[in-house]
């Protein structure tokens, strides 16, 4: 057909880590389905309304335990009534005369923490965390305001990180809301350490769109920093002066071509928090929707082609360094935090 065999699609899950299952709001009094890694899993409130997350299959015959219901904490199958605990063990089957305690009868259970109204589990069933989940910075914080996203696209967790991540695409996708007035030259100095890599800008004007009026009326040069921390997690951060803004993102593969993410932005900004989040929440709603078509997109032709394909240029500053500690940290687990950067290098760009 005239064009070159494309790559395979980049898809990487690091599994022995933290990921967002739900929302603390969504698991209440009944068992929910979630999808992590692939992975079918039941969560429900064991003990004391503790989150637990099960395989979200019967031992017995297969059904999905998350169509039960949950009795003095266990959940129930909707079949034949056998009852798992939080650790996945069998307390009943209603039809037995004998003990249910039995090996063979016990299903999966996963790790879980709930922190900060999100429930987070460690996507290897059975063995011990060695820490604890990511926690969202100055989320409860008194100085700062809050506000909380949540939302999926159809794509890839590689191409969903490296979009949140992408400036060069705010100054054309998002031209006018974000950035978008004429072009000016910015240092970036991009590092990757062993768990993570960001991107430092040097000398970068105040963004042109709304959120950078919003971020400073008066303009001047911001501190600005991207950042991605293995296994799934993004952030963008802007200082100046008094103000200051830190957007994380939670990222969850569902399935290769679907992630869901949470988001928190938190802000100390010299105007109300009630007029930022006015201003801010529906700016962000529809800069998610420009993504997520384009994200769409390019994963309607990852398939169409049978894969995906890339070009980079120096400019494709974080892309390339997550994929390399994806694909490492699913190859030999998660490496330990780096103080010391393992590569330093200096990009100029004009966005
Ligand atoms: Fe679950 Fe029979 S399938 S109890």
Known sequence: ???????????AYPRACWY????????RKRPIARTVLGTPLALFRGDDARPAALLDRCAHRNLPLSEGHVLAGNVECPYHGWQYDAQGLCRRVPALAEAPEHKGRSVPAFPVVEQQGYIWVFMEPGRAPTGLPYSFPHLGDADYGSIRFASEVEATLHATLENMLDVPHTAFLHRGLFRGGPKRPITAIVRRFGDRAEAEYIGEPRPSGLAGRLLAPRGGTVVHFDRFLLPSIVQVEYRLDESHLVVTNALTPVADFHTRFVSVASFCLPLPSLLVRLVLEPLAKRIFRQDARILRLQTDAARRFGG??????????LGPHIWRLLKQAEQTGMPPAGAAPELERRVELHV
Do not use: K, Q
């Not at 057909?1 to 898809?11: S, T, V, W």
């Open 20 to 27: 967002v299952a739900c929302e603390s709001s969504a698991l």
């Open 308 to 317: 995906e394909s890339y070009v980079s240029t120096e400019v494709d500053l």
């Open 1 to 11: 057909m005239g064009f070159e065999a494309p790559e395979r699609a980049r898809i």
